[in-house]
């Protein structure tokens, strides 16, 4: 089973560390190991959290998302991404961009590092709407129960999340541009920057969001017509398998995986900018890193870890939670990878810890 999961990852790497070493030597095949670890450290995180998606998905988009999926998240975030963020705030054409990149690293790095604060703000907001809409529901299972039950009462309020999410934009924004001022105001216009980034943030959810929930209705009302239909068969003595999530329902919870796997990784592209500013070798080592977070997560829905070990996910989205805040604290002050990755380490291993005294618990009960 483990290596029929992680096969595909096992090859990239061969193929990703190959590749480094024809690129630029011994030095590379480091650099490239390096990334890689990076990746999944500050992603395991997302992997418990699209588990939860995909397991609703059948097993030709389970497919998808290990294929053309994978494409969009190596491709698309680490290598299109940095290009076309250099490219907006920089003002040049994409070719331009990529020429840059490839030729002078270091004015490359400076005009991302100069993006920052609005990728900070789109992919902290967006995060942030994650972990709030999943605090301030109400749910059968309780992780920190001191904390998520008045949380969960205070979210019978309409709109709560967006509001919180809008004031905590605000005073980031706010916070940036009296920093900026201070220093000559040079940067003044990035508190807009930080604004409207973040709105899009927040846009950018609720429409993907809202599509995903409206279509996972679809399917609960899907399932409930299946359900019937089997008891119907069984009574005719038939035996017809279950259907999981297909079709429209399927492609937007495959488009809110892709846009999730996207925020996810912004802070993994900047991060990467602190090893290298070689543009191929970040997109070799985060996409090594992206393929074992992609085959991690199929692992964990066919093993059915989520069900056995249940406060996972809340782990996984207060590391989500963490991780919003330090992409809006970083607008202002630099905040170290390992501390980053080491906050989502934490958390999932002590969700992971209370999981397992809580089934030992239960058996002994029993």
């Known amino acids: 089973m483990l290596w029929k999961t992680f096969r595909w990852a096992f090859a990239?790497?061969?193929?990703?560390?190959?590749?480094?070493?024809?690129?630029?030597?011994?030095?590379?095949?480091?650099?490239?190991?390096?990334?890689?670890?990076?990746?999944?450290?500050?992603?395991?995180?997302?992997?418990?959290?699209?588990?939860?998606?995909?397991?609703?998905?059948?097993?030709?988009?389970?497919?998808?998302?290990?294929?053309?999926?994978?494409?969009?998240?190596?491709f698309g975030m680490r290598l299109v991404f940095p290009v076309v963020i250099v490219a907006i705030s920089a003002r040049l054409n994409p070719w331009s961009a990529v020429h840059l990149a490839l030729t002078d690293k270091d004015r490359y790095q400076e005009l991302v590092t100069d993006a920052h604060p609005s990728i900070a703000a789109f992919g902290g907001m967006f995060l942030l709407m994650i972990f709030l809409d999943f605090v301030f529901e109400d749910r059968e299972i309780k992780w920190l129960g001191w904390l998520e039950r008045p949380l969960a009462r205070l979210g019978r309020v309409d709109m709560l999340s967006v509001c919180i999410a809008l004031i905590v934009l605000l005073v980031s924004a706010i916070t940036f541009g009296a920093h900026a001022h201070q220093h000559g105001g040079t940067h003044a216009d990035k508190a807009e920057t930080v604004l409207l980034a973040g709105v899009a943030g927040l846009i950018t959810y609720m429409v993907v969001g809202g599509l995903s929930g409206f279509f996972e209705q679809k399917l609960e009302d899907e399932e409930e017509r299946e359900q019937e239909a089997e008891e119907e068969a069984r009574r005719a003595g038939r035996r017809d398998a279950p259907v999981k999530l297909a079709g429209k329902a399927a492609f937007f919870m495959f488009l809110y995986l892709e846009v999730l796997d996207a925020s996810f990784s912004f802070d993994g592209?900047?991060?990467?900018?602190?090893?290298?500013?070689?543009?191929?070798?970040?997109?070799?080592?985060?996409?090594?890193?992206?393929?074992?977070?992609?085959?991690?997560?199929?692992?964990?829905v066919r093993q059915g870890t989520l069900d056995d070990y249940v406060y996972l996910e809340h782990g996984a989205h207060y590391a989500i939670g963490a991780l919003s805040l330090i992409l809006l604290v970083t607008i202002q002050y630099q905040i170290n990878e390992v501390v980053t990755g080491l906050v989502g380490v934490v958390l999932i291993g002590a969700s992971f810890w209370s999981s397992?005294?809580?089934?030992?618990a239960l058996r002994t009960a029993a």
């Not at 997109?283 to 992609?294: E, K, P």
């Not at 397992?356 to 030992?360: A, F, G, Q």
């Open 12 to 74: 990239v790497t061969a193929l990703g560390l190959a590749a480094g070493v024809l690129y630029d030597g011994w030095t590379a095949l480091g650099i490239v190991a390096i990334l890689s670890v990076l990746e999944i450290s500050l992603s395991f995180d997302n992997a418990v959290i699209n588990a939860g998606i995909l397991k609703k998905m059948n097993a030709f988009w389970q497919k998808i998302f290990l294929t053309i999926g994978i494409v969009i998240a190596v």
């Open 269 to 300: 592209v900047i991060g990467a900018f602190a090893i290298t500013n070689d543009i191929v070798l970040m997109a070799l080592g985060l996409g090594i890193g992206a393929m074992y977070v992609r085959s991690l997560t199929v692992y964990l």
């Open 356 to 360: 397992v005294r809580r089934n030992r």
